[in-house]
């Protein structure tokens, strides 16, 4: 059933209700006590089911929201921020699950791969940004992959990527698919100090 048939069951039932019953001063047939309580309970009943619905499938203020690929289409957007996940010092080759956030920092602490998984389905443009830098020790080689395909860098960039010793440098890279991880586009964005 739909919230929208529920909604007409229960106005149906709140219709069938009798205000004028019983009426005053006189014998009244118990059949429409009868009939006034149970289109009351079949209007509560309706009621209840279009109120767990709405509550189980619209978006809260109080709790986090999963629209489960349902389009959200010509809307205005005004502080809509993404999600930073701060990883941290890293040595071994790492997956990126690109459902966690849209920006991701890393300390490099040793030559590795760093491997993107999760993308969206096929025919959904997705982008991340990832934010790495060295711990200072070494010009640490930084590769990247994809489990579901190809990563296609720009024609200027070289993988693995080679970051220099300075731990303070920051390096900025943007990955984006809209086949579903089959391919992945990766731009160095550039070095920041």
Do not use: C
């Not at 006189?26 to 279009?50: A, C, H, P």
């Not at 489960?68 to 809509?80: F, K, S």
């Amino acid at each position: 059933m739909t919230i929208a048939t529920d909604i007409s069951s229960a106005s149906t039932a709140a219709n069938a209700i009798d205000p004028t019953f019983p009426v005053a001063g006189q014998d009244n047939n118990s059949q429409g006590f009868r009939e006034n309580f149970n289109n009351t309970q079949i209007g509560l009943q309706k009621t209840v089911t279009i109120l767990t619905e709405l509550n189980n499938t619209t978006a809260k203020l109080n709790a986090d929201n999963n629209f489960n690929d349902v389009i959200l289409e010509n809307a205005e957007i005004r502080r809509l921020y993404g999600s930073v996940a701060v990883i941290g010092n890293t040595s071994l080759p790492t997956s990126i699950d690109t459902r966690d956030a849209q920006y991701f920092t890393y300390t490099i602490k040793a030559d590795l791969t760093l491997t993107f998984s999760q993308w969206p389905v096929s025919d959904r443009f997705a982008k991340i940004y990832i934010d790495v830098k060295t711990d200072g020790l070494g010009a640490w080689d930084v590769d990247f992959a994809t489990t579901s395909g190809t990563v296609r860098p720009q024609s200027t960039l070289t993988l693995p990527f080679t970051l220099n010793s300075n731990g303070s440098t920051r390096h900025m890279f943007e990955a984006w698919t809209i086949n579903g991880g089959n391919d992945v586009f990766l731009k160095h964005v550039g070095n920041f100090a």
